[in-house]
């Protein structure tokens, strides 16, 4: 297991990584103010499986092999900038429908998706958002090898800090989802519904093209 004393170094820091803005950031504050809390924790939860998957992949030399070649770093960050793009064109779309359903019912609700479809989506958006993103294995392959008792079994020392990690990064947009829902309700209106969408879908193709750009 890890040591106390770099657990006392490791865990105010992924603390504070954790609550730094990024697309994870970007994507539960636009699914909480749009579709509810349960969407905004569900994609939380799709977040944190997509924090053991890279904990998992640097633990099996999965991220060393990845960041080492050229040609599969470089095809993960275009996915990760691809699905982003998507996720931006998809925000601004859902912008100009919200925009178009209010002229066609003058201001009523159309028909609501079923919950369950909308939290599965969130989920899946959540979690893509976070693995696809190759500043993750970076930071994994990079960041927790400090952390870790070269004499001791490595394994459950990657999955004790990838959990911690993990745990920290549920709680946290959890509590956000859950702060977002209560002030849902002042900002429920069509015209800021539309202009989130349209926000929060240039922000992801932002990120997309620096992403696409970056020398990481």
């Avoid at 106390?4 to 539960?28: H, K, S």
């Avoid at 989802?177 to 240039?202: D, E, K, M, S, V």
Wanted: include cysteine; charge should be positive; proline fraction near 4%.
């Amino acid at each position: 297991m890890v040591s106390l004393e770099n657990l006392l170094l490791y865990v105010p820091l992924a603390g504070l990584l954790v609550m730094l803005p990024g697309p994870d950031f970007a994507l539960i504050t636009r699914i909480s103010l749009a579709e509810g809390r349960g969407s905004g924790q569900a994609a939380a939860c799709g977040v944190a499986l997509g924090i053991m998957v890279h904990t998992s992949a640097a633990m099996l030399g999965i991220s060393a092999v990845i960041a080492q070649s050229v040609t599969l770093f470089t095809l993960l960050r275009y996915a990760g900038a691809a699905y982003l793009f998507w996720m931006g064109l998809h925000a601004l779309r859902a912008g100009r429908e919200v925009t178009a359903a209010v002229v066609r019912h003058s201001g009523q609700d159309g028909e609501a998706q079923p919950v369950r479809g909308l939290r599965r989506r969130a989920l899946r958006q959540g979690f893509l958002t976070n693995v696809l993103n190759p500043k993750a294995v970076v930071f994994f392959l990079t960041m927790l090898p400090q952390f870790l008792d070269p004499h001791a079994a490595l394994c459950p020392q990657f999955l004790e800090l990838g959990g911690i990690m993990a745990l920290f990064c549920l709680g946290w947009y959890l509590l956000l989802a859950a702060l977002l829902h209560r002030i849902r309700a002042i900002f429920a209106r069509p015209a800021f519904q539309a202009w989130l969408h349209r926000l929060t879908g240039l922000i992801f193709i932002g990120f997309s093209f620096r992403l696409a750009l970056e020398k990481i």
